[in-house]
């Protein structure tokens, strides 16, 4: 780590740079960041793309009396670091050490926790509210990208901004990427404006500004002056936004240090909502992450896995069967590439739609492709299904249409954390009638269950974690609300497990029968009818909420009928899991042998 790295490590300790040491200091933080990363894994390129925007704000404004909202939140390492943390960047996206995305629990500096898209407007503009209400005095600041102003949260913010009148700023960090190529007409409005006349000579109320910065205000004026390209991104008045009662500036060089000192020195004084639209590149300063700002968006550490995806059984799925029937259509919300998609988009173009950062609006395209007598598939991880509860309910479901969830990044996630477990989608999605919830033990189950989804014409989710280790030995053929059974004993016991990850952890357990339950929804009231005997001791295990979970389904059904066997239940409890590891998130809610046999050593106990 550079000395200037260890130095600075309040916004204050940065304020008392020179402008000369700012520019270093940017370039320590881009190194810093590229070593951090490589190590410990996380989100790269964007992070270091917003290294300028990072050092420019906290130079410019006040923190933690202002407040930066930084949208998703995976650019927000160079905040990270000025705020104090660079030490703790050994241990990021780790337990015990820090999460990669703002976090109010772990610094006053976050003024929100992120981690979803699109949500830094309605933040920013409640901030600004309660400040204007309870007579406070502070800036807020939005950043958001253009990838997650494609979300339909931002548009609704906007809406509400631009007639509110509220003081605040929004900076649009344009780097015309979202994970990979951003999307839609508001990208290519965007685009257009990139390409507008800018400005080519400083205005004077610029110059203005400019010299009345403390300590270097001249040499920064110089140094605008001297720039490559002189300063061609000043000031530009724009309709769209100036029309909807937001003032628009820019567009302007977005890792240009002294443009944005000084835009931000200006925009500091307006009493209205401000855009400032910077254009940066994602990847800036590391050539490799640069030429490749999909692949760098998030990276791994480095390590040997002999872990297969159930994505890629999807898109081998899609591929094949694409070619067959040209209904099959597929849609991802700006994550292809994570949910196994870009195989299909290069295969068939016209028949996968990248919708943008917009789950909602995903769920009832499906419906009316569906509706309308396609076949749509939405590929999309549990937690940001989220988003579109009411459009799977009202739309899909009520309509009992033939659209099929698949559900990516079900269960713990790791590294992600808390924002992104992907816990709750059984819990949610039991509640909607008409809906089946499937989960496959493998990828070859998960095969089966797509080809049997092709005659389906109801509305369908199957939920998966990332990985899998291996196929089963067991290839049984995969039958709509029939559990399989993978291992019989003459014993009492019956391990009823939901997915992957729950039927590893029971496979290797004796004297019990072990039961893929890979329809959550309907269950297999038959078998559980069989199974319901005093005596018995029925386990649920999921890698998901226990709360309204599978097992919450099993329990209900058999009270229904007059309970007569023990029920445990497996599964998370009633808290948000703050845990960047799987395998730890999985230990701890027993999701394990040993987890499972304690309770199955604990009923032991209770009956002699
Ligand atoms: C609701 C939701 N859907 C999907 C994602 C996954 N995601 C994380 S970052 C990202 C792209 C963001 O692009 P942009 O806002 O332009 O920021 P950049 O990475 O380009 O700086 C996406 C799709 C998310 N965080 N939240």
Redesign the pocket.
Known sequence: MDEIIKQVNSPERLKELSCKELGAYCDSVRKFIVESVRHSGGHL??SI??VELAVALHYVFDCPKDKILW??G??AYAHKIITGRAENFGALRANGGISGFPKMTESEYDSFTM????TSLSVGLGYARARDTLGEDYNVISV??????T?GMAFEALNDIGASKAKMIIVL?D?K???SK?VGAMSEYLAKLRLSKRYNRLKSTVKKGVLGIPLFGSNLYKALVRTKHGVKSVVQSNKMFEQMGIKYYGPIEGHNLANLIEIFKQVKNEDEPVLIHILTQ?GKGYPVAASDPTKF?GIVPQGATNEKSFSQVLSDFLCTEGEKNSKITAIT???SDGTGLTAFAEKFPDRLYDVG?A?QHAVTLAAGLAAGGLKPYFAV?SS?LQ?GFDQVLHDVCINNLGVTFLIDRAGAVGADGVTHQGLYDISYLSLIPNLSILAPKDGCEFRQMLEFSLSYDKPLAIRYPKSYLCDSAENGSFEYGKWEILKRSQSGVYVLAVGNRAVCAASGIENANIVSARCIKPLDSEFLQQINRKGNLIITVEDGAKRGGFGQSVLAYLNEIGQNAKVETIGYPDEFLDDFCIEHSLEAAGITESGILSVIKNFGNSIQ
């Open positions: 390129a964007s793309g917003a949208d998703v995976h650019q981690g979803h898209s699109s958001i990208g253009d990838g997650a102003f979300g960090n780097n990427m979202s994970i951003n994602k968006h919300a700006a994550m950062i789950e991880y940001f988003r």
